[in-house]
């Protein structure tokens, strides 16, 4: 059965500094691999997506993830934090197969220090 | 476009009391999803509509839960008799295909009293 883990339900990260946030999965098939962001009070969106085209995936407002099949990871990353980038990130994994759920994470809150 | 509508957007409700959940995805989106998102917690399945076919109900946490969709678009989550931990803000997402982009609504905060 697929599950995501999410290591680290608070990340607390300065401004400028490398945001790393972590997404490990399992799945008994070549997944497809979500990171969703929902900042305050907003609904979730989707930042990025893989779907077994090019390992390293560039999502909206500088994130991008790598997946790492070796490692079952599909960690998020952005260079440098900024203020705005304070909200919850979802890793989530489709299962495609049977009725196609998406697997969620339990999500990590990202802090930003200024 | 219009993105994916939920109504309402907040609910407070006695404890023992049905409550409606409306969502209206997007047009054209033949999978509909329901989650429901407690405090502090990730998102958690409840049903799956896609197309015709039958409902993915393995995620309703009691025969409490029910989940219907006309027309192939909008749906209605009805809780009947709530409960305290009922609680939580529900979420509605669509999708044109399996395995693409699911796009959420706002959702519709429930508190039941």
């Known amino acids: 059965a697929q599950s995501v883990t999410q290591l680290g339900s608070h990340v607390s990260v300065s401004e400028g500094a490398l945001v790393l946030l972590r997404c490990n999965y399992s799945?008994?098939?070549?997944?497809?691999l979500f990171w969703y962001v929902q900042y305050p009070n907003q609904g979730l969106q989707l930042l990025l997506k893989?779907?077994?085209?090019a390992t390293l995936v560039k999502g909206i407002n500088g994130f991008e993830a790598e997946f790492k099949k070796s490692e079952t990871s599909f960690h998020l990353t952005k260079p440098s934090a900024h203020m705005s980038d304070a909200a919850e990130y979802f890793c989530?994994?489709?299962?495609?197969?049977?009725?196609?759920?998406?697997?969620w994470g339990a999500g990590t809150k990202l802090i930003i220090k200024p | 476009g219009a993105g994916v509508s939920q109504s309402p957007s907040n609910k407070v409700t006695e404890k023992g009391k049905d409550v409606e959940l409306r969502c209206d995805p997007i047009?054209?989106?033949?999978?509909l999803y329901w989650y429901r998102q407690s405090l502090g917690q990730g998102l958690e399945f409840l049903i799956y509509?896609?197309?015709?076919?039958?409902?993915?109900k393995s995620g309703l946490p009691s025969d409490r839960f029910s989940a219907e969709r006309t027309g192939g678009s909008v749906s209605t989550l009805t809780i009947q008799r709530t409960q305290q931990e009922d609680s939580a803000v529900y979420l509605c997402?669509?999708?044109?295909?399996?395995?693409?982009?699911?796009?959420f609504g706002p959702g519709t905060r429930l508190l039941v009293l």
């Open positions: 997402a669509s999708t044109p295909r399996v395995s693409e982009t699911q796009y």
């Open positions: 047009s054209g989106h033949t999978a």
């Open positions: 509509f896609q197309g015709n076919s039958a409902p993915d």
């Open positions: 799945s008994s098939v070549p997944p497809y």
């Open positions: 893989y779907t077994s085209a």
């Open positions: 989530a994994v489709d299962r495609r197969e049977g009725n196609y759920q998406l697997i």
